[in-house]
């Protein structure tokens, strides 16, 4: 079987996108995939609040190489700073000046390969950390963690995905907005669902994130969740962009309780597990039609 | 000594921009000469660290202190480190500015 990997996503924070993939793998678990949930939103993971039973296998470093300048060796030629497209390198040359900025880093060591004088080694700055939960079923959730101070996560969920490669089926829980994070997340994603709500905010985040997976050629569907409290702008904008609708999730009392107590409603609920049985069949069904285009 | 002055617009009647790092234009202003230049900020589209950029380029520019209403924690820091004098001023003009600081 070859993996298939489904990113839950949106523009807009606080659309339900942990409750989407917590629910969604929770209602998978007994369905024999071989399924990793990996939590990418690294400055906020909380999918493990609600998938309390996997048990702590392991717990992996995510480094990074931070540039360290001998300025006995530099000749302040500048071309590190030239090379460095994130303003991590200071320099001036006068008052002859060179520093690294490590918090803007992104330590992709291009000024290591700029710096013909040797002046530039690189030591490793501690990113983040990778927990992996397990299930007695094999399946596993996968958390990416960021270190406080630390505030690109780009790294940890790159490397949070790969420790999830040898699954069949791997949930994708994005950080929200549609900045590098989510691209990060989505890179890979053979499909993304976009959770969304029913408000201007919602919309327009919802159309910012279609425009960038259509420019990535990412197929993607939609989830409006609290479906019933706004107006029909969202769905009349996704008639008229035909992207299809997944799934609807009414402003229900049960379901905010159950949540509110880190409680999955697929577990409370049979009508609501059927429910998101029936979401992972439209997606691939969905998936599968615009394979075969 | 130069000076140099966050501005909205490239001229002595605009007002003193609202940030360091990211504001439109910088006016630098030459105390011995009594000469004042514009020059758009290189710095203020830059998706990250900003406020160093600026400060490296009022740096290269010989400037010895910085008027804004506020700057950034890392520009705060380089100029500190470059002994850039800073000093916080808002809702002025450039020209009302530059008639103070003389």
Redesign the interface.
């Known amino acids: 079987m070859t993996r298939t990997t489904i990113a839950i996503a949106s523009g807009k924070g606080g659309t339900g996108k942990t409750f989407i993939s917590t629910n969604l793998f929770n209602s998978l678990q007994n369905s024999g995939l071989n399924m990793a949930l990996v939590d990418c939103d690294a400055e906020a993971p909380n999918d493990r609040e609600f998938l309390r039973e996997g048990v702590l296998q392991s717990t992996q470093a995510v480094t990074q190489k931070i540039p360290v300048i001998d300025k006995s060796k530099c000749t302040y030629c500048g071309k590190c700073d030239e090379y460095c497209n ?3 390198i ?6 002859q ?1 060179i ?1 690294v ?1 490590e ?2 880093c992104h330590g992709c060591g291009a000024c290591s390969v700029a710096c013909e004088y040797g002046a530039i080694t690189e030591k490793d700055d501690l990113l983040g950390k990778i927990n992996r939960y397990k299930f007695p079923n094999g399946n596993e959730l996968i958390e990416g963690k960021m270190e406080v101070g630390v505030h690109v996560s780009i790294q940890i969920i790159k490397e949070s995905i790969k420790a999830a490669e040898n699954f069949d089926l791997v949930l994708l829980d994005s950080p929200p907005g549609t900045g590098c994070p989510f691209i990060q997340t989505v890179y890979k994603a053979d499909y993304v669902v976009l959770v969304t709500e029913p408000t201007p905010f919602g919309l327009s985040d919802l159309k910012q994130s279609v425009e960038i997976l259509r420019e990535m050629d990412i197929p993607c569907g939609v989830i409006i969740n609290r479906a019933d409290l706004g107006t029909d702008e969202a769905l009349n904008y996704l008639k008229q962009e035909n992207i299809p609708l997944l799934m609807s999730v009414p402003f229900d009392r049960e379901i905010a309780v159950a949540y509110s107590k880190g409680e999955m409603i697929t577990n409370l609920s049979s009508e609501w597990r059927e429910k998101f049985s029936q979401l992972y069949r439209c997606i691939k069904e969905d998936f599968q039609k615009v394979k075969t285009k | 000594m130069k000076i140099a002055i966050v501005s909205e617009k490239e001229s002595l009647d605009a007002r003193i921009d609202s940030r360091f790092g990211r504001c439109a234009y910088f006016a630098i202003h030459d105390t011995d000469s009594k000469t004042t230049e514009f020059f758009p900020n290189p ?1 203020k589209d ?5 406020g ?2 600026a ?2 380029f009022v ?2 520019k ?1 400037v010895k202190k910085v008027v804004a209403p506020e700057f950034g924690g ?1 520009a705060e820091a ?1 100029l500190e ?2 002994q850039i004098e800073m000093v916080n001023e808002k809702d002025k003009t450039i020209s009302e500015v530059i008639k103070e600081l003389e």
């Open positions: 994130f303003n991590a200071f320099f001036l040359e006068e008052p000046t520093e900025l918090e803007l | 710095a830059s998706p990250e660290g900003a160093p950029a400060v490296k740096a290269s010989g890392k380089m480190k470059l």
